[in-house]
């Protein structure tokens, strides 16, 4: 069940009533055990692989994408894919909990760093096969050992008849499965009935939301509103309310908390929030690309700088873990070949229109602050900018520009040094803590040994990539996604909480993702020991609407019967 208060004079009298209708929801969502819970989840991943086409034609009126473009890839596996799997993973866990086992009796435990960490991607013999050669590991918190996390793990569904009260989800505008994803984790993490107030760019996909969400918001646990902000100011306000959940801007965060201007400086001054409803947060950030010199082929260095490329331009920029900086060592021997090849790599990215409010502008103030930057593309709309530094008023450092920009940073040293310089310009120059890349040869990590491992162990990011995209992250539903720990409601830089964590795991700090240096066939050659050909996510790959089509269709129903298809499909990109 949807509102539109966009057709309602007074749009507080359809928030109370869908409020109220919420109230009487909790009760009944309270109520349902965790089989029922589950079947649930079940019901609606089975209507997403069914209205999966449907949801991407909408993405694609949304993004101004063609019926024929590879580009739609994007819009498969980062909707109904990832919405997909992440509710396979947690009626799964609804499951184990109501047969008594934790969801992470069957896990791999290990140690890093001191902290205990959970490999969570494979987490079926499916991700081994499908995403063969990466892997990811959840870091608990210092302090919490391998029994506590088993008997922590459920969060909320340990105890399913306790109401978390009515929860607020406002969406996101950029990826589609977000929200969604967000109203899942709120139901079942903290047992809160959620109302949904959609982006006003993401309406064209009210109408399979509904569809899709039915089984829930048949049993009164879901609400979906649409309106602009008059309508989210007034549901986060509301006395009924008692946590709100956003993903969005720093700068919509502190608005929604401080107010603006006046209020907002003497909001501040006295400690005295707008907001006094609990709220978490995702809100992106500037993401590095940290590039570890060593010595790399041609190939290499072309698919290496797809690779970065990828990071910034998967949907046209607009991701709030989009790698915005590129850190390479100024003594690296190869430095200039791999700036040339991520230049082109860069410049021949397939041409798309930049569709979120207010784009243009953000490139137009990054092409002002840089007024030497390199305009490149069909028509110069992305910018390429060198020569930074780690002074105070470089402005890329500290503003999320959410384009198509990418600037590159130039540190000095190689080995350890490059690692220890890289590692202090990311953790204290740049803005936010989501997420951080780091690209290293194979060899280069056996070379640097310990050193590397406490890079990883230092850099203060909620999801480290090695060999990856921090996206990866995103796409494993059992990974934690959200900022590091720490910030604070007057310094909330990537937010506070995390999502996703489809294991329900209680005391997270990280997620480390690991990806193969090279694609098969070149990984098996080179003795990395992966089948993963180009990533189906990147944005260079001829094949990647049909291989997201068929991974989305597969998700949604999984058989063996599908792999073949989709191996087919992924080997042609």
């Known amino acids: 069940m949807s509102v539109d208060t966009h057709q309602t004079a007074d749009h507080r009298d359809v928030i109370d009533a869908a409020l109220s209708d919420l109230s009487a929801g909790e009760k009944a969502w309270a109520g349902l055990s965790l089989l029922e819970r589950a079947d649930l989840l079940d019901r609606v991943r ?36 990832a919405f997909a799997t992440g509710l396979g993973a947690t009626a799964q866990t609804l499951r184990d909990l109501a047969a008594g086992r934790s969801p992470i009796a069957d896990a791999a435990f290990g140690t890093a760093a001191g902290r205990t960490t959970i490999r969570v991607l494979p987490s079926s013999r499916y991700d081994s096969l499908l995403l063969n050669g990466f892997t990811a590991d959840v870091w608990l918190r210092p302090g919490v050992d391998a029994a506590q996390a088993t008997a922590a793990a459920g969060l909320a569904q340990l105890d399913p008849t306790v109401s978390g009260g009515i929860g607020v989800v406002l969406g996101a505008g950029n990826i589609t499965s977000i929200a969604p994803l967000d109203v899942i984790y709120e139901l079942l993490a903290h047992n809160r009935v959620v109302a949904l107030k959609l982006n006003p760019l993401t309406d064209p996909l009210l109408p399979v939301l509904e569809r899709v969400l039915e089984p829930l918001t048949s049993v009164g646990a879901i609400r979906i509103l649409t309106g602009g902000a008059d309508v989210g100011e007034y549901l986060v306000g509301h006395d009924a309310v008692a946590h709100v959940h956003m993903t ?78 590129v850190i390479v060592s100024a003594d690296w021997d190869q430095k200039h070949e791999f ?22 502008d953000r490139v137009g103030a990054a092409r002002t602050a840089y007024p030497t930057s390199e305009q490149l593309g069909t028509a110069g709309e992305r910018l390429l900018i060198t020569g930074l530094s780690l002074d105070e008023d470089e402005d890329i450092l500290h503003t999320e520009y959410f384009g198509p920009v990418l600037g590159v940073l130039e540190l000095p040293g190689t080995g350890a040094d490059f690692l220890t310089s890289a590692t202090d310009a990311a953790n204290n120059h740049f803005l936010g803590t989501l997420g951080v890349n780091v690209i290293a040869h194979p060899a280069s990590i056996a070379g640097l040994g310990e050193a590397f491992e406490s890079m990883i162990a230092a850099l203060r990011y909620g999801t480290i990539a090695v060999n990856a995209w921090t996206g990866v992250g995103f796409l494993s539903a059992a990974a934690t996604w959200g900022a590091f720990p720490g910030h604070s409601l007057d310094d909330v830089q990537s937010g506070i909480g995390v999502v996703h964590n489809a294991f329900l795991l209680a005391d997270t700090e990280r997620t480390v993702v690991r990806g193969p240096f090279r694609p098969a066939p ?40 599908k792999l073949p298809a989709i191996f087919a499909s992924a080997l042609r990109g």
């Open 46 to 81: 089975s209507l997403t692989g069914m209205h999966a086409a449907d949801w991407v034609a909408a993405s694609a009126s949304i993004k101004r994408l063609g019926p024929h473009s590879a580009l739609l890839g994007e819009e498969w596996m980062s909707g109904p894919y």
């Open 339 to 360: 700036l040339d090849a991520l230049r082109e790599a860069f410049a021949s990215a397939p041409a798309r229109v930049c569709y979120y409010p207010g784009s243009d």
């Open 248 to 325: 969005g801007s720093a700068n919509t965060h502190d608005a929604i908390v401080w107010g603006t201007g006046e209020e907002a400086e003497r909001r501040r001054a006295s400690g005295e929030p707008r907001l006094t409803t609990p709220i978490t947060s995702e809100l992106g950030g500037v993401s590095p690309a940290i590039v570890v010199p060593g010595r790399w082929s041609a190939a290499d260095l072309r698919y290496q700088a797809e690779h970065i490329a990828t990071q910034r331009l998967h949907n046209g920029g607009y991701n709030c873990v989009a790698a915005q900086v």
């Open 522 to 561: 070149r990984s098996v050659l080179h003795g990395e020991w992966s089948i993963s050909p180009k990533p189906p996510w990147f944005v260079t790959n001829r094949t990647a609407a049909t291989t997201g089509r068929l991974l989305a269709d597969f998700a949604g129903a999984p058989s063996p019967l």
